[in-house]
C-alpha cells in the first residue's frame, strides 16, 4: 500500500504540504513549496547551460546542499547523474570519467587534470521562461551509482525513480519515519546508502538535513534519524558517552534526539547495538546492496547478531550457500558504453554474499570471494573479524591471508584499535592479549598467525575499507 506518485516527489508534497519544512543545511530552511521553485529554477539553469535528457552529469563533491539541489534539478530535466567520490585520486578520476563517457562535470573543487577534459556546468538558478518540459516518469534511468566489487573497475549501477522509491516503501513499512521527523544525510550521496536517504525523504515527504561532513558527531545531535556504518556510531558513542562521563545514562539521552539509526554496509557488532540502545537509540541492522537500491532485510536491533528479514518488495533466496535477489528494488542494470546492460541473464541477482537462515533470521557469512584455504581447511575472514570485533580494544579488524609454504596460506589481522594511533606499531601487551583472546574463541587454523595496525592511509571513503588494497600493502611489507 505504497503511494503511486504522478508527479515528482516533491512536486507532490509541494501539493500537499506546501508550508511544511522539507530541507535545511543548517543555517537554511526550505518548505516544499520552495523546493519545488528551486528545483525548477535550477534545472532551467541547467537547461540553458546545454544538459539534454539522456545525458550525464558527474557530480565529484562531498555532500552539501548544492549537491542536493544538483541531484534533484538534473532529474528534473530527464537527465542522469553519477556522483564520483572526491577524496579519488586525479588519474582514477580521470579513468573513471572516461570509462562513463560523461557528458558534464560538476565539481565545488576543480582539478585542472580532471575538470579541462569535461565541460563543467554550474550550479545556478534561472527564472524559468518557458517551464522545463520532462514529465515525471517512475522508470526512467536516473542515477548511476558506483560500486567496486572486490576486484576490477566500479560498476555503475542505474536506478530509477521506481526501484528507489520501492526501496524507501519497503524500509518504512519498517521504520518510522514521519514528517517532522529529520534524517541527516549522514552518508555520501555517491554511495548508495546517502543515495537511499534522499529517497526515504522524498518518498515520506519528511525532513532532510545536510550537514558540514567535518563534524558528523555534532550533526548527529541535531536529528532524529540517521543512517551510519558501524564504526560512525561506534565513534559517536564514544565521544558523546565520553563528554557525559560521570553522569546516569539518562544525561547521555538528554542531550540525544536521535531516535532510530539504520546500521549497514558490513557486519554489526551485537556489543555496539546494545550500547546504543542503552543510550536510548533505536538500532536497526540492515543488509544491502547497490544493486537492490539499499537495504534487503533489516530488523530492530536484539541480542542476535543475523540481519532480519527480508523487506516487502524484495526478494530472496539462498542457493548453495550464496545470497540471491531481486524485486521491484532491483537496478535497471550496469551502464557500460554509454548502454543499460541488464545484471545478469537471469532475474535473480547473486550477490557474492554467503548466508544462512537460522530461526527465522538471516546471517551474513562473509563474501564467497574472500574465502581462502588454510591447510586445506575452508577460513572465511569476516568469521575470524567478527570475533576480533568483540574484543573491547578493537575497533576495526581486516583479516587477510598471507601466503605460507606448509599452509598455503594463512590469516593475519589488520587491526585498529580505540586508543593507539595507526602510525605506531602494535604493542606488544596487545598482540599477546589478542592471541590469547583468540586461542580461547577460535579453533587453532583460524588463529591469526600475527597482528598488524591497520594503515591510516587505507582506511578509505569511510564507508568500505578495499581489501584488495590492504592486501597490496600487506604484500609490500614483507
Ligand atoms: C554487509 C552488510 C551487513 C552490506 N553485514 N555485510 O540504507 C542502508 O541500508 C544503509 C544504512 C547504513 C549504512 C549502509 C547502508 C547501505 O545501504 C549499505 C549498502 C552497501 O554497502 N552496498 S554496497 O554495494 O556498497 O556493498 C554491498 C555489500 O556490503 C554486500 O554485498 C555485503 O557484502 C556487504 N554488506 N550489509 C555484512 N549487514
Request: proline share 5%; charged share 20%.
Amino acid at each position: 500500500t505504497g503511494i503511486n506518485f504522478s508527479t515528482w516527489p516533491w512536486q507532490h508534497w509541494a501539493a500537499g504540504r506546501a508550508d511544511e519544512i522539507a530541507l535545511s543545511d543548517g543555517v537554511s530552511q526550505w518548505s516544499w513549496a520552495e523546493v519545488a521553485r528551486q528545483v525548477d529554477n535550477y534545472a532551467a539553469g541547467l537547461a540553458a547551460q546545454g544538459v539534454k535528457p539522456d545525458q550525464l552529469v558527474a557530480i565529484i563533491a562531498p555532500n552539501s546542499i548544492q549537491t542536493v539541489w544538483l541531484l534533484l534539478a538534473v532529474m528534473r530535466i530527464g537527465a542522469r547523474s553519477v556522483g564520483l567520490n572526491p577524496k579519488s585520486s586525479a588519474p582514477e578520476l580521470v579513468e573513471q570519467l572516461r570509462r562513463l563517457a560523461c557528458d558534464f562535470l560538476w565539481t565545488p573543487s576543480p582539478n585542472a587534470e580532471v575538470a579541462d577534459r569535461y565541460p563543467v556546468i554550474e550550479l545556478r538558478g534561472e527564472e524559468a521562461a518557458s517551464p522545463v518540459t520532462v514529465a515525471w516518469q517512475p522508470e526512467r534511468p536516473l542515477t548511476l551509482t558506483l560500486t567496486s566489487g572486490s576486484t576490477g573497475q566500479p560498476k555503475a549501477v542505474v536506478h530509477a525513480a521506481r526501484t528507489h522509491l520501492a526501496s524507501a516503501q519497503g524500509l518504512l513499512a519498517q521504520m518510522d519515519y514521519q514528517p517532522g521527523d529529520c534524517w541527516l544525510l549522514s552518508l555520501p550521496l555517491f554511495h548508495i546508502s546517502g543515495m537511499a536517504i534522499l529517497w526515504r525523504w522524498l518518498y515520506r515527504g519528511a525532513q532532510l538535513v545536510v550537514a558540514d561532513a567535518s563534524d558528523l558527531n555534532q550533526a548527529l545531535l541535531q536529528v532524529t534519524h540517521a543512517s551510519l556504518v558501524p564504526t560512525q556510531l561506534q565513534r559517536f558513542l564514544a565521544e558523546c558517552l565520553d563528554d557525559s562521563r560521570d553522569e546516569s545514562s539518562d544525561a547521555v539521552k538528554a542531550v540525544v534526539k536521535l531516535k532510530e539509526v539504520l546500521l549497514g554496509g558490513a557486519m554489526i557488532p551485537v556489543g555496539l547495538t546494545s550500547q546504543a540502545e542503552q543510550a536510548g537509540i533505536r538500532c536497526w541492522c540492515g543488509y544491502g546492496m547497490t544493486e537492490m537500491a539499499s537495504t534487503v532485510t533489516a530488523k530492530l536491533a536484539n541480542a542476535s547478531a543475523g540481519v532480519g528479514q527480508v523487506l516487502p518488495q524484495r526478494e530472496l533466496v539462498i542457493r548453495d550457500g550464496e545470497i540471491w535477489v531481486r524485486g521491484e528494488t532491483l537496478a535497471l542494470g550496469y551502464y557500460r558504453n554509454r548502454q543499460i546492460e541488464p545484471l545478469s541473464a537471469e532475474s535473480w541477482f547473486a550477490t557474492k554474499d554467503l548466508g544462512v537462515w537460522l530461526d527465522g533470521e538471516l546471517f551474513i557469512q562473509g563474501r564467497a570471494d574472500n574465502m581462502f584455504i588454510s591447510g586445506g581447511e575452508n577460513v572465511q575472514p569476516e568469521s575470524i573479524e567478527q570475533v576480533l570485533l568483540a574484543h573491547p580494544a578493537v575497533r576495526q579488524a581486516v583479516v587477510l591471508p598471507v601466503a605460507d609454504s606448509e599452509y598455503g596460506q594463512r590469516p593475519v589481522a589488520l587491526i585498529m584499535t580505540e586508543v593507539e594511533h595507526a602510525t605506531k606499531p602494535l604493542s606488544e601487551s596487545l598482540k599477546q592479549d589478542l592471541q590469547a583472546f583468540m586461542a580461547e574463541q577460535v579453533t587453532a587454523f583460524r588463529r591469526p598467525v600475527d597482528y598488524l595496525m591497520l594503515p591510516e592511509h587505507l582506511i578509505g571513503n569511510g564507508i568500505k575499507i578495499s581489501r584488495r588494497q590492504l592486501a597490496d600493502w600487506l604484500a609490500s611489507q614483507s
